[in-house]
């Protein structure tokens, strides 16, 4: 069975966890599902205007992008943090 | 796990995940991360598990030893720190007793505080010794917890460890670096602007200020102003320059003495060359200066009386000598000997000598003006130098007798020898010296014929040395080597002079030496005599005499005629002190095998000046033999009755110069009769000598002389002529 795209939509939507997509290149959100929305505050229109960098605290943010960095480069596939 | 900021600037905990999606290609389009917020328990937890992480640091990391202890001792647990110490891995070490890590002596107060701790359940800042793998030992300062459960079992212990190693060694050095200060050496700190702030005792002592009056002050405080600015100022560019300064120093203490001292000086530094602090070292030299003058002191001065000896002397003549040369202008040497010295000595003792000694250095001293110079050359003998006088030599020796009469009147003050009043004079005898005097040693000699002539002029009194009277010593000295030569070449006689009784019967001789000198014929015994005495020839002398005489007594002994003549010999005292004399006349007596009651020695009234009972015991000695005695020149000394009853004589002879003028001197006459009646009256023979007319003869008679010899029985002749006058 073929999963269609407006059921990936759901699926991703619906999931109990939070989940954002960025550019990797300037770290702007491009989706972020109703779990995240809820969790950030945001409205759907206002997180797309949001980076990486806005919803995470300021303490943390270099370590994050750090792990970014690596994904982007390919150095690792998966990082947990 | 991290925190993410909401809209509104609160913040959520949650674990996030993020992937990469690619394309076709490979690139990365997106980032996709999924995040889980995290509950307040598996927050809890996360943050237990990093704060145990944290402590596990801290615990492996701290700079102190931790361990911990099963109920039997055994290590369980230890921190990288205490691992490091013992050089061990954590396998090599967990399972061992800790006990294995101390030196005996800490395991055995280990295992003596164990059962304390055990009660207390904990111990404080007990020290171990802890000795690593490779040996080296540790020590730490350690405290303990005991772990017990409900029932008091202990169940484990727990120890920290502070390493007191370098501690230990900084205080060892301390207390070394604290003794090293008190040392014999004064030791002075100060800080860079030269404020003193440390001082140890023996700078205190070598100062004489107190530790509180110095702290504070700066080093100025012990200058002396014996060395000039220049001085200090090359130390300081020298200390700037080099970092240290050592040299001799002059300072000040506080009674006011200036003393010398060798210092040291060092600039402490820090390890960018900032001065922090000097610290001086001071050694006190002064004692040593003292020696370097004592010896100088025994080597030119009389330890006595810290005059000036012999060889300083010596050298300050010569430089005066060289002074005069160079002025034109004269000097005068000075020979000071005390007249009655020696009655000190004999009298008082030594150690009144010795003070009396000082007393008259002190006011040659006095009468001196400065630039002359006083010497002791020995026993009382003062030389004193006097410069710078006229050149007048008439006018010098003024000025020379002037300084001389001001010591005799300084000499005859009464001296005062612990609670005896003492009175001395002295005799002087000066030698004016300009620069044609040659010889400082012939000056020296000068002055102490001066001397000797004051001395026979009557003492107390200033004679000068003049060069008539050279003329005479030089004779003296060439009859002196003659007199040597005499004795070898045989150029002695004797003479006999008869001697007779009241009916002018030959009753004996006086032997007479005679001198035969090959140049000057007859040399008389008045000129000779006093020489011999003086060198010591007349023991020799004295002996042929004494030998010769006895030979002509046993010739006269083989004749009926003549074998009861007596023979006077003349003895000097000199010779008569030598302390083989008896033995000598016993041997020659035996020799010649002559009758001892023959024999007659003569002696002077001099020979009881001293030493009167020495005198007395070889009188008896000789006159147990059977010789006799005869006093020559009686009534000229001044013999003291009391001896004169003591002494074993046979005879007395008046001496001529009262026989002389009896016939004109009433007084004369009244010494004679004295001298007869008391002779008398001690059993005594009575001879008079000089007799030369029948006027005397008679007189002398009269006063009850029954002996006479002289020019009116016969002159002093040689043996032959003698033996005719017999006949």
């Given at each position: 069975?073929?999963?269609?795209?407006?059921?990936?939509?759901?699926?991703?939507?619906?999931?109990?966890?939070?989940?954002?997509?960025?550019?990797?290149?300037?770290?702007?959100?491009?989706?972020?599902?109703?779990?995240?929305?809820?969790?950030?505050?945001?409205?759907?229109?206002?997180?797309?205007?949001?980076?990486?960098?806005?919803?995470?605290?300021?303490?943390?943010?270099?370590?994050?992008?750090?792990?970014?960095?690596?994904?982007?480069?390919?150095?690792?596939?998966?990082?947990?943090? | 796990?991290?925190?993410?900021?909401?809209?509104?600037?609160?913040?959520?905990?949650?674990?996030?995940?993020?992937?990469?999606?690619?394309?076709?290609?490979?690139?990365?389009?997106?980032?996709?991360?999924?995040?889980?917020?995290?509950?307040?328990?598996?927050?809890?937890?996360?943050?237990?598990?990093?704060?145990?992480?944290?402590?596990?640091?801290?615990?492996?990391?701290?700079?102190?030893?931790?361990?911990s202890l099963n109920h039997e001792?055994?290590?369980v647990?230890?921190?990288?720190?205490?691992?490091?110490?013992?050089?061990?891995?954590?396998?090599?070490?967990?399972?061992?007793?800790?006990?294995?890590?101390?030196?005996?002596?800490?395991?055995?107060?280990?295992?003596?505080?164990?059962?304390?701790?055990l009660?207390?359940g904990?111990?404080?800042?007990?020290?171990?010794?802890?000795?690593?793998?490779?040996?080296?030992?540790?020590?730490?300062?350690?405290?303990?917890t005991a772990v017990k459960d409900a029932n008091g079992n202990l169940l484990m212990s727990r120890?920290?460890?502070?390493?007191?190693?370098?501690?230990?060694?900084?205080?060892?050095?301390?207390?070394?670096?604290?003794?090293?200060?008190?040392?014999?050496?004064?030791?002075?700190?100060?800080?860079?602007?030269?404020?003193?702030?440390?001082?140890?005792?023996?700078?205190?002592?070598?100062?004489?200020?107190?530790?509180?009056?110095?702290?504070?002050?700066?080093?100025?405080?012990?200058?002396?102003?014996?060395?000039?600015?220049?001085?200090?100022?090359?130390?300081?560019?020298?200390?700037?320059?080099?970092?240290?300064?050592?040299?001799?120093?002059?300072?000040?203490?506080?009674?006011?003495?200036?003393?010398?001292?060798?210092?040291?000086?060092?600039?402490?530094?820090?390890?960018?060359?900032?001065?922090?602090?000097?610290?001086?070292?001071?050694?006190?030299?002064?004692?040593?200066?003292?020696?370097?003058?004592?010896?100088?002191?025994?080597?030119?001065?009389?330890?006595?009386?810290?005059?000036?000896?012999?060889?300083?002397?010596?050298?300050?003549?010569?430089?005066?000598?060289?002074?005069?040369?160079?002025?034109?202008?004269?000097?005068?040497?000075?020979?000071?000997?005390?007249?009655?010295?020696?009655?000190?000595?004999?009298?008082?003792?030594?150690?009144?000598?010795?003070?009396?000694?000082?007393?008259?250095?002190?006011?040659?001293?006095?009468?001196?003006?400065?630039?002359?110079?006083?010497?002791?050359?020995?026993?009382?003998?003062?030389?004193?130098?006097?410069?710078?006088?006229?050149?007048?030599?008439?006018?010098?020796?003024?000025?020379?007798?002037?300084?001389?009469?001001?010591?005799?009147?300084?000499?005859?003050?009464?001296?005062?020898?612990?609670?005896?009043?003492?009175?001395?004079?002295?005799?002087?005898?000066?030698?004016?010296?300009?620069?044609?005097?040659?010889?400082?040693?012939?000056?020296?000699?000068?002055?102490?014929?001066?001397?000797?002539?004051?001395?026979?002029?009557?003492?107390?009194?200033?004679?000068?040395?003049?060069?008539?009277?050279?003329?005479?010593?030089?004779?003296?000295?060439?009859?002196?080597?003659?007199?040597?030569?005499?004795?070898?070449?045989?150029?002695?006689?004797?003479?006999?002079?008869?001697?007779?009784?009241?009916?002018?019967?030959?009753?004996?001789?006086?032997?007479?030496?005679?001198?035969?000198?090959?140049?000057?014929?007859?040399?008389?015994?008045?000129?000779?005599?006093?020489?011999?005495?003086?060198?010591?020839?007349?023991?020799?002398?004295?002996?042929?005499?004494?030998?010769?005489?006895?030979?002509?007594?046993?010739?006269?002994?083989?004749?009926?005629?003549?074998?009861?003549?007596?023979?006077?010999?003349?003895?000097?005292?000199?010779?008569?002190?030598?302390?083989?004399?008896?033995?000598?006349?016993?041997?020659?007596?035996?020799?010649?095998?002559?009758?001892?009651?023959?024999?007659?020695?003569?002696?002077?009234?001099?020979?009881?000046?001293?030493?009167?009972?020495?005198?007395?015991?070889?009188?008896?000695?000789?006159?147990?033999?059977?010789?006799?005695?005869?006093?020559?020149?009686?009534?000229?000394?001044?013999?003291?009755?009391?001896?004169?009853?003591?002494?074993?004589?046979?005879?007395?002879?008046?001496?001529?110069?009262?026989?002389?003028?009896?016939?004109?001197?009433?007084?004369?006459?009244?010494?004679?009769?004295?001298?007869?009646?008391?002779?008398?009256?001690?059993?005594?023979?009575?001879?008079?000598?000089?007799?030369?007319?029948?006027?005397?003869?008679?007189?002398?008679?009269?006063?009850?002389?029954?002996?006479?010899?002289?020019?009116?029985?016969?002159?002093?002749?040689?043996?032959?002529?003698?033996?005719?006058?017999?006949?």
């Amino acid at each position: 069975m073929q999963v269609l795209p407006n059921q990936f939509r759901e699926i991703f939507d619906k999931s109990p966890v939070c989940m954002i997509a960025t550019d990797p290149l300037n770290g702007r959100i491009v989706l972020a599902n109703s779990r995240a929305i809820k969790m950030w505050g945001y409205t759907p229109d206002e997180i797309l205007t949001k980076t990486k960098a806005d919803l995470i605290f300021p303490d943390d943010f270099a370590e994050s992008s750090q792990r970014n960095t690596q994904l982007v480069s390919g150095m690792v596939d998966l990082c947990a943090l | 796990m991290k925190r993410y900021i909401r809209k509104d600037s609160s913040f959520f905990w949650a674990q996030s995940f993020s992937t990469a999606i690619k394309d076709e290609t490979g690139n990365v389009t997106l980032l996709v991360t999924s995040s889980i917020e995290l509950t307040e328990h598996t927050l809890l937890e996360a943050k237990l598990t990093a704060s145990a992480k944290e402590i596990e640091d801290l615990y492996d990391n701290a700079p102190c030893g931790y361990h911990s202890l099963n109920h039997e001792g055994a290590i369980v647990r230890i921190n990288a720190t205490e691992l490091a110490w013992l050089g061990c891995t954590r396998e090599e070490v967990v399972g061992k007793k800790i006990f294995d890590f101390y030196t005996g002596e800490s395991k055995e107060r280990f295992l003596k505080k164990y059962p304390d701790f055990l009660k207390k359940g904990h111990i404080e800042d007990l020290e171990f010794e802890l000795v690593g793998k490779d040996g080296k030992i540790r020590n730490v300062l350690a405290s303990a917890t005991a772990v017990k459960d409900a029932n008091g079992n202990l169940l484990m212990s727990r120890a920290v460890l502070y390493d007191m190693t370098e501690q230990k060694r900084l205080e060892s050095d301390l207390r070394l670096a604290a003794v090293a200060f008190e040392t014999t050496q004064g030791i002075l700190v100060t800080d860079a602007n030269s404020v003193i702030r440390r001082v140890n005792r023996a700078l205190t002592q070598i100062t004489g200020y107190s530790e509180k009056e110095i702290i504070g002050q700066t080093p100025k405080m012990f200058k002396s102003g014996h060395h000039d600015a220049a001085f200090y100022t090359a130390m300081w560019e020298t200390i700037n320059s080099t970092g240290s300064w050592q040299g001799e120093i002059w300072d000040r203490r506080k009674s006011g003495e200036i003393y010398p001292k060798w210092m040291t000086i060092s600039a402490i530094k820090l390890d960018d060359g900032t001065v922090t602090h000097y610290v001086s070292t001071h050694v006190d030299i002064s004692g040593l200066k003292a020696a370097e003058n004592e010896i100088e002191n025994l080597a030119f001065y009389d330890p006595l009386t810290k005059l000036p000896n012999r060889r300083l002397l010596q050298d300050r003549l010569y430089h005066a000598k060289a002074s005069i040369d160079r002025t034109g202008r004269t000097g005068a040497l000075l020979n000071i000997d005390l007249d009655n010295f020696k009655s000190v000595n004999d009298t008082l003792g030594h150690a009144m000598g010795d003070v009396l000694l000082q007393q008259v250095a002190e006011r040659l001293q006095a009468c001196l003006r400065a630039g002359d110079t006083v010497a002791r050359l020995g026993d009382d003998e003062f030389v004193i130098i006097l410069e710078n006088l006229d050149a007048q030599l008439i006018e010098a020796a003024a000025q020379a007798k002037e300084v001389g009469e001001k010591m005799l009147a300084t000499l005859n003050q009464p001296f005062f020898l612990g609670k005896k009043e003492f009175h001395s004079t002295a005799s002087i005898g000066i030698a004016v010296f300009n620069g044609s005097q040659k010889g400082m040693t012939n000056l020296l000699k000068h002055a102490d014929i001066a001397m000797c002539q004051a001395k026979k002029a009557g003492r107390n009194t200033i004679c000068f040395f003049d060069p008539q009277m050279q003329e005479a010593i030089n004779s003296r000295s060439v009859l002196e080597s003659e007199l040597r030569n005499a004795i070898e070449c045989r150029q002695f006689f004797l003479h006999y002079q008869l001697q007779v009784d009241h009916l002018m019967r030959p009753f004996g001789a006086e032997a007479l030496i005679r001198w035969v000198h090959p140049a000057r014929d007859l040399v008389s015994p008045a000129e000779f005599i006093p020489i011999a005495e003086e060198t010591g020839l007349i023991i020799q002398i004295g002996k042929w005499v004494l030998d010769t005489a006895c030979a002509q007594l046993s010739v006269w002994q083989l004749d009926e005629k003549t074998k009861d003549l007596m023979l006077s010999v003349n003895v000097s005292a000199k010779q008569f002190r030598q302390a083989d004399f008896a033995e000598l006349v016993k041997a020659i007596v035996q020799r010649h095998g002559i009758n001892p009651s023959r024999l007659k020695l003569e002696l002077t009234e001099s020979i009881l000046l001293d030493d009167v009972e020495s005198v007395i015991s070889t009188m008896k000695e000789i006159n147990a033999l059977g010789v006799r005695f005869s006093l020559d020149d009686f009534g000229t000394g001044y013999s003291s009755l009391q001896y004169l009853k003591r002494l074993p004589l046979h005879q007395l002879k008046i001496d001529q110069s009262f026989v002389r003028d009896l016939t004109v001197d009433n007084s004369d006459q009244a010494i004679v009769n004295t001298i007869v009646a008391m002779a008398h009256s001690m059993n005594l023979n009575v001879i008079a000598e000089g007799v030369e007319t029948q006027e005397q003869r008679m007189l002398l008679e009269k006063a009850g002389c029954s002996h006479f010899q002289g020019y009116l029985f016969g002159r002093p002749m040689p043996i032959r002529e003698f033996k005719e006058l017999l006949k």
